[in-house]
């Protein structure tokens, strides 16, 4: 909180840059990820438009491994709710691509297509993929025997929820 004049001004860290400020316009995908079968990926990083972020708040509440290595995609699916919902526009960090470093949601792709799922180790040091769903029960374990590429890690979800 800010006092000028007799004035109070309320600061706090908004993704939004304020009319003026520094942004970061992250690129918004042609593609989707699939929180369900798989999305067939008919795009190469196509960019549909951008939204412009604050790089103040990428940096203290995202952390991102760089803001050149940010994208945002479209999610659709029941696989991954109620961590996300059908439609939710996810942010990408397409430089977070090794799981062995921290569990999280992860972007994978298999052949050409596109799933969200969530990537966790064992306790005997294995890593597995699932879904979030109860209702979806997924698990897969990521041990080599399929060609999986991991695209980036989801670092925050933008969803509009209707009020």
């Not at 520094?22 to 960019?47: F, K, Q, R, W, Y």
């Not at 992860?106 to 050409?112: D, E, S």
């Amino acid at each position: 909180v800010a006092r000028d004049a007799g004035v109070v001004v309320v600061q706090t860290l908004s993704p939004t840059p304020q009319p003026g400020a520094p942004a970061v316009n992250i690129p918004l995908l042609a593609n989707a990820g699939s929180m369900g079968p798989g999305t067939d990926v008919e795009h190469d990083d196509v960019v549909v438009g951008s939204l412009a972020i604050s790089p103040d708040w990428l940096d203290k509440r995202i952390r991102p491994s760089s803001h050149d290595a940010l994208r945002f995609i479209h999610a659709y699916g029941d696989s991954m709710h109620p961590t996300f919902e059908d439609g939710d526009i996810l942010l990408v960090d397409t430089g977070r691509r090794d799981p062995s470093m921290a569990d999280g949601v992860y972007v994978l792709g298999t052949g050409k297509r596109l799933f969200i799922k969530r990537v966790t180790e064992r306790f005997d040091g294995s890593r597995i993929v699932s879904s979030d769903n109860k209702n979806v029960p997924l698990v897969q374990e990521l041990n080599g025997d399929s060609e999986i590429d991991v695209l980036g890690r989801v670092v925050w979800v933008w969803n509009g929820r209707k009020l």
